[in-house]
């Protein structure tokens, strides 16, 4: 598994780390069981245009790059315009991910979602992005994925989801 | 600059090692089995290093020893060659341990699908299986247990000999993979009373690709790999003679130098845990209670995730490794953590410091200068790690 120049650039250097006081708009995603989490708080301006974005992230190399250039991608976007970014687009932004990652985007453009909807909804408006699965707390980010192959083999894992019981049986399993 | 701490995944080939293969390579190429001059010379070396890893084990006999092509080959051909050849029709049971390395919890696995029963053994909390945990899971079809010498993520010691005690009270045979203890603490495979047990060469300092199967004379053993019918009929294909030479040579130097590299590694294993678990607030060793293997530093570093502390500690020239869901492209934290009752998301924040023969004091103290940074930067970053885990 390799990650691109430009996740390893935006994992080592993250823009936009932190959180706004007072923002806008706050979103917060993910599952410490996961061991992804992501905090993004957002502004906006008069005319519903992000104005700043800033974020935290509790995460793996692929989960802090994503949420880092989503910030980048974000700002300056209309409302409509953020809430449509796509984890495709994320991953393609950074170069590609390794298919096992791509949750990881997910997690940030679901962040995203959930801090403009958390701003439309403070100001009495309807929300515009749609369910945000990540935004439970049971949220597990594996469960639609197709690459989940419990009988994947010589992929240089110190450990897989196959137990002898052949079932992924602690995957993101709330204890 | 590296600094490489994963002589637990693997480890350099010894410049002894080397040399003592070479001639293997090149002017000593014969096939064991031919009947000339240079394969009866390549022939006699290949007897000569099983002679040598048989006494360096202990083992009664040379013919115990069955060159294989590595830990796994080794795991697998235990659990299933044992298996098959005592029930050839399935529904004998299988005991194995909840924290195995995959090369023995697959076949089990694959045992199972095949209509054999399996149980899987959880170690308690302090990291090591009990012998009455054991005796308890026992059935009248018990025919093959199979529990590690020493966990390779946590560095705990099973307590083979009564173990494998238990197993033969209930008539059950006993296999080891000792792939992490081999040449590390002692070994004595009649000591311990075991009926087979899987070796690694790469694990001390010989090649990769190259194992051992101890197979306790008569004990049931259906040939995993059948051809040619070298190795006693037991594992088939021409030996890779510079291979049994370079672990032959690698256990032996394991053997001699073991009492004074132990103590060696321990202290370096303990000042690294102090060293993290005193400047560190919310870390702490994976286990800390009863046997340990010498050169493993199992530490969990809360509200970080392993895979970011791996990538970071990467740039400084540091390499280690996690039991992080993210860092092998798998989707869980390591299964091994999980078995002690590891919480999912503490042990995604595991790190594994593994030492080992070119492992120095300045090495760990350059380790301990630049990891905390690492860790206060990304604790930093998280949204969560105040609100989990508090001040500071």
Redesign the interface.
Known sequence: MLYSDKVMDHFNNPRNVGVIEDADGVGEVGNPVCGDMMKITITVNDSDHIDDVKFQTLGCGAAIATSSIVTEMAKGLSLEEAVAISKQQVADELGGLPPAKMHCSVLATDGLKVAVDDYLKKHGREPIAGEVKSADPNFDPHADEDDHDHDDEGTGHVHDSAGPDGECSVCCQQI | MTTYFDYAATTPVDERVLDAMMPFFTERFGNANSLYAIGRDAYRALEEARESVAKSIHAERPDEIIFTGGGTESDNAALIGIMTKVAPDGGAHLI?SAFEH?AI??P??FL??QGYE?S?LKPRADGHIHPDDLRAEMRPNTKLVSIMHANN?IGTINPIKELAAVAHEGRALFHTDAAQTLGKIPFDVVELGIDAASFSSHKIYGPKGFGALYLKKRTPFNAYLKGGGQEFKKRSGTQNTPGAIGFAKALEIMVAEQAEEGARLSALRDRVIDGVTSVLENTEPSVSAGERLPHIASLLIK??????ML??LD?KGISV?T??????????????L?SIGC???IA?GSLRISLGRFTTKEDIDFFLAEFPPIVER?RA?????QK?FGSK
């Open positions: 194995v995959h919890l697959e089990a696995h199972e699908k399996v899987v993520e509200g970080v995730e392993g895979e970011a990538l970071q740039n490794s039991g992080s869901a993210c860092s092998s492209g798998s989707l869980e934290p390591s299964h091994v999980l919480p999912p998301e995604h990304l970053m998280s949204p969560v790690y989990m």
